[in-house]
């Protein structure tokens, strides 16, 4: 079965530094990957997704994420991290029918 | 968000109790899904329709049911409420073809069970 693992419960980053947040998969064929965010109080947000073509992709609010095929990874990054990017972050992948199989999720604290 | 909306946001009940959960989309799509959220665990899959007549089991199907009433509304059920399903509750729904992947959520229904 497809799955994502993310591997940090919490990930601290002062404002204005580089941000990560880690996504390893495991898929048989093509993986389609994806990145969510949930705000305080509110339902998830789409960031980004990996379909095929560039292994960088770019997406909103200045995130993009990396695909490496050869670590399984599709890790998260934005250059300069800002206080309203706080949030909960989900890695997700496409399963064989058309589900969607999240992580259990990344909680990103910003500190100013 | 506002395209797909949830009700009741909240909602506190007793053991035993039947609970439906609404979930409405103005977006036009065939696609509907409710999950729950438990902190550490993720979102998890209840149910999913690919169109009004296909209902299907998710990961935890267990002690719920759904209703697909229409292509804009799909409903979930909890037969006889028990503390272990207290959770955050969220419907999403999908679009078919190259789009399929983006799903657009509601907000949430908090529900306890006490």
């Known amino acids: 079965a497809q799955s994502v693992a993310q591997p940090e419960d919490q990930v601290n980053v002062a404002e204005g530094n580089p941000l990560t947040v880690k996504c390893t998969y495991s898929?048989?064929?093509?993986?389609?990957l994806f990145w969510y965010v949930q705000y305080p109080n509110r339902g998830l947000q789409f960031l980004l997704k990996y379909i095929t073509g560039d292994n960088l992709v770019k997406g909103s609010y200045g995130f993009e994420a990396e695909f490496n095929k050869s670590q399984t990874s599709f890790h998260l990054k934005k250059p300069s991290a800002l206080v309203s990017d706080s949030a909960l972050y989900f890695c997700?992948?496409?399963?064989?029918?058309?589900?969607?199989?999240f992580g259990k999720g990344t909680r990103l604290h910003i500190l100013p | 968000d506002a395209d797909v909306t949830q009700t009741p946001r909240n909602r506190i009940t007793k053991t035993g109790k039947r609970i439906m959960l609404e979930c409405s989309q103005t977006k036009g799509h065939d696609r509907m899904y409710w999950y729950r959220q438990d902190p550490g665990l993720g979102l998890r899959l209840i149910y999913y329709?690919?169109?009004?007549?296909?209902?299907n089991k998710g990961e935890i199907s267990d002690g719920y049911s759904v209703s697909r009433q229409a292509q804009a509304k799909f409903s979930l059920s909890l037969e006889s409420a028990i503390p272990n399903q207290t959770a955050l509750y969220f419907c999403?729904?999908?679009?078919?073809?190259?789009?399929?992947?983006?799903?657009?959520f509601g907000p949430g229904t908090r529900l306890t069970v006490l």
């Open positions: 898929v048989s064929g093509n993986p389609y």
């Open positions: 997700a992948v496409r399963d064989r029918d058309d589900k969607i199989i």
């Open positions: 329709s690919f169109d009004v007549k296909d209902i």
């Open positions: 999403a729904t999908s679009d078919i073809g190259w789009s399929t992947d983006t799903q657009y």
